[in-house]
């Protein structure tokens, strides 16, 4: 999913950032555990420090994008976010204070050791067209890497996975070094903000605190987000993509509406939550490293891992969705306990249910899932009434019970694989795919 360097240029930007014989040690896993800051900038190209600091925001809720160890624009704007979190000055610049304030934060190993599986290498998708058409011709849009999915299961840049195993085969038996992120959360939110002067997403509970806050994509100049504030309406886990170039923009000579098939790699990535404004989302994306390079045709990516986290906690119906124009504040008056208590609150999870599709879950431990009211189905409107810049097919599947979110969330072998080779890091638990992605055509 990342942007992939040769081994000549990954080196080149290794020793831009780095000196001497201290290269490899600067990002290894050992080098991460025991970096330290003292004062100043990060250093520049790939550090341990900076791979630290990303771990701590990302357990803090504040997410850095992919942990890479690059002091790129996400992980500036994420500092910013945590000091405004943190109500201290938001320059975005690491300094003592940032520093001391993570330190909540740093009370497990930052590494781990993880053992590759046969499931881990099996049915990857071989690779990943361009082209709509093509696209649509395949069974799956899945991961095409051991490295890719491992990545996004630990929050990791694909070749930072490289980086701290240098010259080690990703095969089944092969144990590596990855790093331990956060616990996805699991309050209730009543409440997102979208800061197209930032490029950050933030979420509220019903008391007005921050809980959560991810890079994204905002729209762009041709097909910009819409403006005002909207709901959540659903939320789709895995969906299908339909392309329609009659309703917004067309991809190459492609001039025919087209289902592409679910999948990490597909247009919107492995969720979609769609609001009341008629087909505008947020949704996953295929490139998480490219979230402020990129841009989308006017709903709001962020990466795979951010969106099911965000997913889990949004309540249709409940949640309000307001977008900030540059240069302007959000409304000052978050959502009240009481007034967030007394709305009625309705899941409504869709997923595919193709034998092909892979149905991305979020493997937690029973004290983190979230507890969910049902309601009756809602009735799913027509495809061409959802059909729209970014919108994937909608799905007939009824609202999710307290019994369904649990077979969402159980913990599946190769989640059970994680967890058994990470006993010192038991707290810490990744999102991954609750199935097996299917292999392209």
């Known amino acids: 999913m990342s942007a992939r360097l040769c081994p000549v240029l990954l080196a080149a930007v290794l020793s831009a950032g780095l000196s001497g014989p201290v290269q490899a040690a600067a990002v290894s896993a050992e080098a991460i555990e025991a970096a330290t800051y003292s004062g100043g900038a990060l250093p520049g190209g790939v550090s341990a420090l900076t791979a630290k600091v990303q771990i701590l925001l990302d357990r803090a809720g504040i997410s850095p994008g992919v942990i890479d160890g690059i002091k790129g624009g996400m992980s500036r704007s994420a500092i910013a976010a945590f000091e405004r979190r943190s109500n201290l000055p938001a320059d975005g610049v690491m300094d003592m204070r940032v520093w001391a304030a993570l330190q909540p934060y740093a009370g497990e190993a930052f590494t781990a050791d993880y053992t590759i599986t046969e499931a881990d290498a099996a049915n990857l998708t071989r690779w990943i067209p361009d082209d709509y058409l093509e696209k649509a011709n395949m069974t799956s849009l899945g991961y095409t890497s051991v490295a890719e999915k491992l990545g996004e299961r630990f929050h990791m840049d694909d070749d930072f996975i490289e980086v701290m195993n240098p010259g080690v085969a990703l095969t089944p038996g092969t144990t590596i070094k990855v790093v331990a992120p956060s616990d996805p959360s699991r309050a209730k939110v009543t409440r997102i903000v979208i800061d197209k002067g930032t490029n950050r997403v933030s979420a509220f509970d019903a008391s007005g605190r921050m809980v959560v806050n991810y890079p994204s994509t905002i729209g762009s100049a041709q097909t910009p987000s819409p403006s005002g504030t909207h709901k959540v309406s659903r939320v789709a886990l895995n969906p299908e993509y339909t392309y329609n170039p009659s309703k917004n923009f067309q991809q190459g000579s492609n001039d025919q509406v087209l289902t592409l098939p679910p999948g990490p790699n597909g247009p919107v990535g492995s969720v979609w939550i769609a609001l009341t404004k008629p087909t505008y989302g947020i949704h996953g994306t295929p490139t998480p490293s490219r979230l402020f390079v990129s841009e989308s045709h006017g709903c709001v990516r962020l990466t795979n891992w951010d969106a099911q986290e965000l997913a889990h906690m949004v309540q249709p119906g409940v949640t309000s969705v307001e977008f900030v124009e540059k240069g302007s504040s959000p409304k000052s008056a978050p959502a009240t306990a009481e007034t967030a208590e007394a709305a009625p609150v309705t899941q409504e999870v869709q997923e595919t249910q193709q034998p092909v599709s892979l149905q991305l879950g979020t493997s937690a431990a ?68 609750a199935g097996a992605d299917s292999a392209a055509e």
Not at 378 to 383: G, I, K, L, R, T
Not at 389 to 406: F, G, K, Q, R
Request: aromatic content about 0%.
């Open 366 to 433: 029973p004290r983190r899932k979230p507890v969910i009211e049902a309601a009756a189905p809602a009735p799913v409107a027509p495809s061409a009434e959802v059909v729209g810049p970014e919108a994937p097919t909608p799905a007939a599947a009824p609202a999710v019970s307290d019994d369904a979110v649990d077979a969402v969330d159980a913990v599946d072998p190769l989640t059970a694989a994680v967890q058994a080779a990470i006993p010192q890091t038991a707290d810490v638990t990744v999102s991954q795919p």
